[in-house]
């Protein structure tokens, strides 16, 4: 016998599109612009906001997600997800000059690896030597 496939939606193309973005998060040339130390610092010293879990006080910028706890913070560095990150994040994105010299309109430059340690914590912040004191 033959299977014959049951369809109750016609045309659910509505739904797909909502299932496709639910569990989206930030592209690794978003995450880029924020591994940058100037923006580090704002973003793990962020303000607090309710409507996020621990109140946006416990962020990781390499994987753009919040935790409840700073213990919770300090287990997921040592997760697997965690680390493909951060080996994701080694090599330097493609900009639109590498790509039109990747298709014959100039030399190609293989692009160079970097590297990238887990982000610092805020008592390391705090206690850096460069911070400016608060009169």
Known sequence: MVYKRKKY????????????TK?????LDQIDEDIKPENI????????DF????????YCVHCARYFIDNQALQEHF??????????ALEVEPYTIEDSEKAAGFG???QPSKRKIETQPSKEELEDS????VKA
């Open 41 to 48: 610092e704002s973003l793990v010293n962020q303000q607090e």
């Open 129 to 132: 030597p460069n911070k400016k």
């Open 107 to 109: 030399s190609f430059i």
């Open 51 to 58: 409507d996020k879990p621990g109140n946006a006080q416990f």
């Open 9 to 20: 939606h016609y045309g659910d193309t509505h739904l797909k599109k909502k299932w496709r």
């Open 78 to 87: 040592r997760t697997k997800v965690h680390k493909r990150r951060l080996k």
């Open 23 to 27: 569990r989206r998060t930030k592209d």
